[in-house]
């Protein structure tokens, strides 16, 4: 399995580390370089390809445009006109006009991967056109399994799938790293907090994915009537702590 990428800043390199860490060869991975020294020393780290000219790309079975901002539109017109096959952006463009306008041959489709991809612990959410042909289907659904869950949704749920499990990321590390100052504020050593904190996390979800039990009902279970628990769960109410959460989803959807 071949894979190009253009684009190998935080997400593009998530996205290789999590195909090496899935077992794919660095020589199966082709990056473009162009004039980006990045791709160069990702490429010179891991024994990847380097790719110079957009036609370089001919054998990959899919090439990832991980790129931000207006100029992927020119990215993935040239692109188009260089390789005929799969093109996935992480970075945007319009489904129906992008595929419109591309060269027969070749096919668009947006995802949004989280940065757990590179561990394969991922979550990579995908958009297809409507009735999308599944030689176009499959492949991708196999490149994206190697880096953990995919979700295919409509083009009009993408934004808010990868808010979810693409932005969210960084709420659990603030809230990691507000839970460790509390623990060290209260003569938890820093360095133990973050494990300690970080394995009660991974347990807390993987109950709840064992358990299939509401997150209200798992609550009750931590919560002693009259206890600790309930005490911090009034202040975190107090505090606005869910309408925190959801104003920080709503805001980044925009
Ligand atoms: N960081 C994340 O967790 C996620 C990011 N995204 C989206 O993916 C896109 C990229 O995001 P990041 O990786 O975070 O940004 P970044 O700024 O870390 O990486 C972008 C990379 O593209 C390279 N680049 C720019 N123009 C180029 C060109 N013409 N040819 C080749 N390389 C070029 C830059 O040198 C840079 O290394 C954005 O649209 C972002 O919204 C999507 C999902 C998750
Ligand atoms: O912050 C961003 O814009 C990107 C999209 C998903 C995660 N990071």
Not at 43 to 61: I, P, S
Not at 172 to 200: H, W
Not at 223 to 229: E, L
């Amino acid at each position: 399995m071949k894979v190009g990428f253009i684009g190998t800043g935080k997400i593009g390199t998530a996205l290789v580390k999590g195909l090496l860490h899935a077992g794919i060869a660095g020589q199966e991975i082709f990056v473009y370089a162009g004039g980006h020294e990045s791709a160069r020393q990702l490429a010179a780290q891991n024994d990847l390809q380097v790719v110079n000219d957009y036609a370089e790309f001919a054998t990959c079975q899919a090439v990832v445009v991980a790129v931000g901002g207006p100029i992927i539109e020119t990215i993935i017109k040239e692109l188009g006109q260089r390789y005929h096959g799969i093109i996935l952006s992480t970075g945007g463009g319009d489904l129906t006009k992008v595929n419109q306008d591309l060269p027969a041959g070749s096919s668009f489709v947006k995802i949004v991967p989280n940065t757990p991809v590179q561990i394969g612990e991922g979550i990579t959410a995908v958009s297809f056109v409507p009735n999308e042909q599944a030689e176009v289907v499959e492949p991708v659904k196999a490149i994206l399994a190697l880096l953990g869950e995919v979700y295919i949704v409509p083009e009009k749920l993408l934004g808010i799938y990868g808010t979810v499990a693409g932005c969210a990321p960084a709420y659990v590390d603030l809230m990691i790293e507000a839970l460790s100052d509390a623990a060290v504020q209260n003569g938890v050593n820093r360095a133990e907090s973050y494990p300690l904190i970080e394995k009660m996390l991974l347990g807390t979800a993987k109950l709840a994915l064992a358990e299939h039990k509401l997150p209200e009902e798992l609550k009750d279970e931590v919560t002693t009537p009259g206890g600790s628990t309930i005490r911090g769960v009034v202040k975190l109410e107090e505090m606005n702590f869910r309408n925190a959460l959801i104003q920080a989803i709503n805001a980044s959807a925009k």
